[in-house]
């Protein structure tokens, strides 16, 4: 079962840098020919583009989610969404990222046993520390059948 003592943990503070050429690899990969994605050289990132962050994660970020305690045999990939206060980063921005546990929760499954949810936000700064965009992120634990 999730470890819900996790609440209100944080992973390591790492940077992330905004490649033109990584923000034209997701537009193709995500079928996009808008030419703001492929041809600027300071290429706004698609709003989903921020998906990429677990490739800057250092090692240690994996810590965290290790000791969540959930069971990957169950693991389900609830929602994902992001929240942007500004426009979304270009190409050449250095993000500062942080991933936190914001909330865990249960429900009861329609197919028997326990669902754990498990809400990480990832906050992405600017050099000056004002928060320009979010990730949040539900996993879900589905219940053991009994």
Same mark, same amino acid.
């Given at each position: 079962?999730?470890?819900? /003592?996790? @609440? ?30 492929? *041809?600027?050289?300071?290429?706004? $990132? ?22 969540? *305690?959930? /069971? ?28 936190? @546990? ?20 990832? /906050?992405?700064?600017? *050099? /000056? ?5 979010? $990730?949040? $992120? ?7 059948? $009994?």
């Amino acid at each position: 079962m999730v470890n819900k /003592d996790m @609440v209100g943990r944080v992973g390591p503070k790492f940077d992330m840098v905004v490649e033109r050429g990584k923000v034209r690899e997701f537009a193709r990969a995500t079928g996009s020919d808008n030419a703001d994605y492929l *041809d600027d050289s300071e290429a706004v $990132s698609p709003p989903t583009f921020l998906t990429t962050v677990a490739f800057w994660q250092p090692p240690e970020a994996g810590d965290l989610y290790r000791q969540l *305690d959930i /069971d990957l045999r169950r693991l389900l990939h609830g929602e994902q969404e992001f929240v942007f206060l500004r426009e979304p980063p270009r190409a050449g921005t250095v993000l500062h990222a942080q991933t936190i @546990v914001e909330e865990i929760y249960e429900k009861e499954g329609k197919r028997g046993g326990v669902m754990a949810f498990v809400v990480m936000r990832t /906050d992405f700064t600017d *050099d /000056d520390g004002a928060v320009v965009a979010q $990730s949040r $992120s539900t996993a879900i634990e589905t219940g053991a059948r $009994s």
